[in-house]
């Protein structure tokens, strides 16, 4: 049976997520109140966020700021973009490439 949160990034009750995602507290909060489809926003926000700043993981500054921004984005009112950051055009459905 799926386990049900009452989701606060989205504000419904959606599936959770199968386990915690990270050791702490930290994890345990995302567990109890995060469903697995912010979980998967949030996932594609890093990405973002990782390849928009060119941050190295390994870097425990990258770490913290990671975790900084994936708290403001599950739990703050609103996500900000990266700064200077657009999103890649990319061609309507059925549009004719030139």
């Excluded at 979980?39 to 890093?46: K, P, Y």
């Excluded at 700021?65 to 990319?90: S, V, Y």
Aim: proline share 8%; glycine share 8%; aromatic share 8%.
């Amino acid at each position: 049976m799926t386990r049900m949160v009452n989701c606060v990034k989205l504000g419904q009750e959606l599936p959770g997520l199968e386990r915690p995602p990270m050791r702490g507290e930290l994890g345990q909060r995302i567990y109890d109140n995060i469903s697995q489809r912010a979980w998967d926003l949030w996932r594609e926000q890093a990405t973002i966020l990782i390849n928009h700043y060119g941050l190295t993981l390994a870097d425990p500054q990258a770490q913290e700021f990671l975790e900084a921004q994936m708290e403001q984005f599950l739990f703050g009112p609103d996500a900000d973009m990266p700064e200077g950051w657009t999103p890649e055009i990319q061609p309507a459905k059925g549009a004719r490439k030139k």
